[in-house]
């Protein structure tokens, strides 16, 4: 409905909004302090990003309730990552927060939101370029890769913190003597992580065929 989809551009515009900033943000902030910006990008713009990461929340709502036709566990797979590696590994730990990993990851997840969130905008008004088209359905796989690897380094990097500190760490008293090592669930995580990477490069290749097949944009556009 018309209701609806303007909620959608609503919510795309804002998002766009947000990664834009932060995106140019960080080019800035790298053009004026070179490698010494790295180092406290989080503390300058982890705020906003957070806002962002909690925003695409509602992403999985929207494909709950049918509004968004996309499938729904790539997504929620995609979104759950991200919550999971900020939220969990990288704000708990102030030590991680300084490491360049968090700038790389960052570049990365906003670079492709960029370009995501203004191909979404445009579909809802039925505007498509064949370059926006193709980069959307492109150049999210390479950059989904890196930041599988990022994440992961960023894991691998907190472990050490996370052994030190106890965080999240729990240790029930007697009778129960029952404990969960957090920087075991951690490397399981990895497991995980790696494995539902598996899934979502085999769906992204499938939107990609979806879209980018021979006569696709051509449709769309006239």
């Not at 906003?48 to 566990?73: A, T």
Request: proline share 3%; glycine share 4%.
């Amino acid at each position: 409905s018309f209701t609806m989809n303007t909620y959608l551009f609503v919510y795309d515009l804002m998002q766009f909004c947000g990664h834009s900033w932060i995106f140019t943000n960080m080019i800035i902030r790298f053009m004026s302090f070179g490698k010494d910006s790295l180092a406290d990008t989080f503390y300058s713009i982890g705020l906003v990003m957070r806002l962002c990461q909690l925003l695409s929340i509602l992403e999985i709502l929207h494909i709950l309730i049918g509004i968004d036709k996309s499938r729904l566990f790539p997504r929620c797979l995609q979104i759950t990552e991200r919550i999971i590696v900020l939220f969990v590994v990288i704000n708990s730990q102030e030590e991680v927060q300084g490491k360049y990993v968090v700038c790389v990851l960052f570049f990365l997840w906003n670079l492709l939101d960029v370009v995501r969130y203004t191909y979404s905008m445009l579909a809802r008004m039925g505007i498509y370029y064949q370059l926006l088209t193709w980069l959307n359905f492109s150049l999210c796989i390479p950059l989904y890769l890196l930041s599988v690897l990022a994440k992961a380094f960023a894991i691998c990097v907190s472990l050490p913190y996370f052994e030190s500190f106890g965080t999240y760490s729990i240790k029930l008293p007697f009778p129960f003597a029952f404990s969960i090592y957090f920087p075991y669930v951690l490397k399981m995580y990895l497991l995980v992580l790696f494995i539902g990477m598996c899934f979502i490069i085999q769906n992204l290749f499938s939107e990609r065929k979806a879209h980018l097949g021979t006569g696709n944009i051509k449709k769309k556009r006239s």
